[in-house]
């Protein structure tokens, strides 16, 4: 009771606005975006999917051309949306701002997938940023993550552990590179920490903000494959479905 009486007086003193367009109704309040925004952000849902990457098919093969025409070292991608430019803007938000909020509407739905998940006793997880100096995750250079919500519900609802197996070499961003150049240059970008050196766990989840072209979350999961994984599965925010 004492609980519920100060979230109120909290939503009365500093009330949670919407993240896009700043209004403040019950569902900016409850979700970070006002009604408005959240009919605006929807997405239309696809016939198919790939069962590998969940890009959107229009027939029912199992396996995307992508998937299916180069080495894909990840076991399976769930994304809780795929990416319009609303969402795109939401989610630019949450990683260059630090707007925690937004990531409330992001992760809805996610406890429906982490509970699926459950099933495939997975070992721990990984937070795999955008960008980081040294580090994939590191809470001395970099103290908030865009995909740290995503690690929250995992942590509560899978009780598995957060593992930090990973370094980055280069400090250049994928975004803005081509399609080829973010393989190209994912290649180069990822090492396995001397302590992990094969000895990854056998299961892990990988957490990223979004999926792109998936070049970052395949390396990632050759380089722990390498090093004793034997299934990776990724949970992101957003996909990218063009």
Known sequence: MRYLFFLRILDFFFPLLCGICGREDFFSLKIGLCKRCIYAARTAKPSYRCNVCSSPMTTP?????????????????????????????LLNKLKSNHEYPVSIFLSLGIRKFLRELKILDLDACILLPSYSKNRIFNSDLRPFSPSSRLYEETKRILRIPLIDPLTKTSRERQAGKSFSDRFFHAYSAWDIHPNWKDRCPSKILLLDDVFTTGASVNEASRILKKNGTKSVYVLTYLRVSD
Do not use: H
Not at 62 to 82: G, H, P, Q
């Open 61 to 89: 093969f199992a396996v995307c051309e992508f998937c299916d025409s180069r080495n894909v070292f990840f076991t399976k991608v769930i994304s809780l949306r795929d990416r319009n430019d609303l969402l795109g803007e």
